[in-house]
């Protein structure tokens, strides 16, 4: 008897659609996407597949190398009893988010609900993997929805429920349709490039550590915590560095601004001599491997077929400037190993200069800056003490990023 295994997945946009649903759906899962924008629900429903559009610029096709069918996709809005009724459901397997870190507090309700019926209905074991870029992320989900969970549905959870955190990578931008000849609005743009790692001792089924269906694509690792670092630590680091530079210079997308051989070179001694020194000091990578990973993404940013907006990669730059993100948990690190943090602070100083009106966080950082003076700020947001070399650095980098402004 086949087994047609389901997934819900949270956030039907691009990592969901570029990423998530094409592993799954070619592991032979059926997909469920659950989004609280009506229109996108509405129009996967009309039309239950879409493609995606591998861009790599090597293809015969302006700019891409391959097109890839999803399809047997359907979609809840996630306001309703629908999704509730899809938690229960004998089938589920697999529940996945990639609907931004902010927005898990939004969905651990639902999910609490959705556990609640599923253990009313008699159901079996789920797993739930936050694809978000965050240390921890589905740990951080998992507290939301114990919150919501008590007496015999909090039991049941533990012995019943999943919750494995996981590193996601690929660069999936906003696509454009029209430009690819594309036929659907649901089709989607990608990097060829993916990783997903995935924390095996979390996962519960029939074998301990693994899901009962595998996912092709989908590694499994009992060290997730060093991956989870080297991805956001590395990749991210990078892609905000370049894109809030790249903004300064007035660059639109992450190719352009790293073709600048200036903000290239930041980027590099952001990567190498600190961020990287630190990882491989912490989980013991191998210098070369590590040098190579490092060189394998900037070749990634370096992809023109992409076309990846510095907007969207600075998005929210104050998640971005989090104490455990990816700008200052690097800077953090290399200061626990001593490791001087030059390029890192102009990454900071460059996140702390990003001035876009339509990005609320932009505009909270910038009132915050007047108001508090970016001295105390500075202090406020990273916690490296007033007058220390970091500090000092990332006012003297912020000074001279003044300069690009003018440019
Ligand atoms: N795009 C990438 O390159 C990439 C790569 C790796 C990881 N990520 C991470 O994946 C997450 C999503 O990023 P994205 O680029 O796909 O963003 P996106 O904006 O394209 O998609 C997010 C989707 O979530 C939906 N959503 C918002 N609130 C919701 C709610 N309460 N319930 C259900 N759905 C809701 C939105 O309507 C949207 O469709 C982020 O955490 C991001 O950091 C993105
Ligand atoms: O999604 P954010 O806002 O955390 O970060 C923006 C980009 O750096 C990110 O989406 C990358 O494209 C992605 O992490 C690649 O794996």
Redesign the pocket.
């Known amino acids: 008897m086949s087994v047609k295994p389901r997934a819900i997945h949270f956030g039907a946009g691009?990592?969901g659609r570029g990423f998530i649903a094409p592993l799954l759906r070619k592991s032979g899962y059926h997909i469920v996407f659950t989004d609280v924008d009506k229109g996108l629900i509405d129009t996967i429903n009309e039309e239950r597949a879409y493609d995606v559009h591998i861009l790599d610029g090597d293809g015969s096709m302006d700019g891409e190398k391959e097109v890839l069918e999803v399809d047997h996709v359907k979609g809840v809005l996630s306001t309703t009893n629908d999704l509730i009724r899809e938690i229960e459901h004998p089938k589920l397997k697999l529940i996945t988010t990639a609907v931004?870190?902010p927005v898990l507090d939004k969905i651990a309700p639902t999910l609490a609900k959705g556990i609640k019926a599923r253990r009313a209905a008699g159901g079996g074991i789920i797993n739930i993997i936050a694809c978000?870029?965050?240390i921890g992320a589905t740990a951080q989900l998992e507290e939301k929805v114990r919150a919501h969970l008590e007496g015999g549905d909090a039991a049941w959870a533990e012995q019943h429920v999943g919750f494995a955190n996981c590193s996601?990578?690929?660069?999936?931008?906003p696509f454009s349709p029209e430009e690819h000849d594309a036929d659907s609005k649901l089709d989607v743009g990608v990097e060829e490039f993916f990783?997903w790692i995935v924390e095996g001792p979390s996962l519960k089924g029939a074998k301990p550590g693994a899901l009962d269906v595998p996912i092709d694509g989908l590694a499994l690792t009992d060290n997730l915590a060093a991956y989870n670092e080297r991805?956001?630590f590395t990749?991210?680091t990078g892609?905000?560095i370049t894109?809030y530079l790249g903004y300064l210079r007035g660059f639109h997308t992450v190719d352009q601004s790293i073709a600048d051989a200036e903000i290239a070179d930041i980027v590099r001694g952001a990567l190498q001599a600190e961020s990287g020194a630190a990882l491989c000091r912490k989980h013991k990578f191998k210098d070369t491997e590590h040098e190579a990973y490092i060189e394998k993404i900037i070749t990634r940013f370096q992809n023109a077929a992409v076309k990846?907006d510095v907007v969207?990669?600075?998005?929210?730059p104050l998640?971005?400037l989090g104490r455990g993100d990816?700008l200052v948990g690097p800077a953090r690190m290399c200061v626990e190993y001593d490791i001087p943090v030059r390029h890192l602070a102009t990454g900071i100083a460059a996140a702390l200069s990003y001035e876009n009106e339509e990005d609320d966080q932009s505009a909270e950082m910038r009132k915050a800056i007047t108001e508090k003076g970016l001295d105390k700020y500075v202090v406020e947001l990273t916690g490296f003490e007033e007058g220390s070399d970091v500090h000092k650095g990332i006012l003297k980098s912020y000074k001279e990023l003044e300069g690009w402004k003018k440019a």
């Open positions: 691009n990592i931004g870190l978000e870029n965050a996601v990578d690929r660069i999936v931008p990783e991805k956001l990749l991210n892609h905000a894109a990846d969207r990669v600075g998005r929210q998640r971005k990816r």
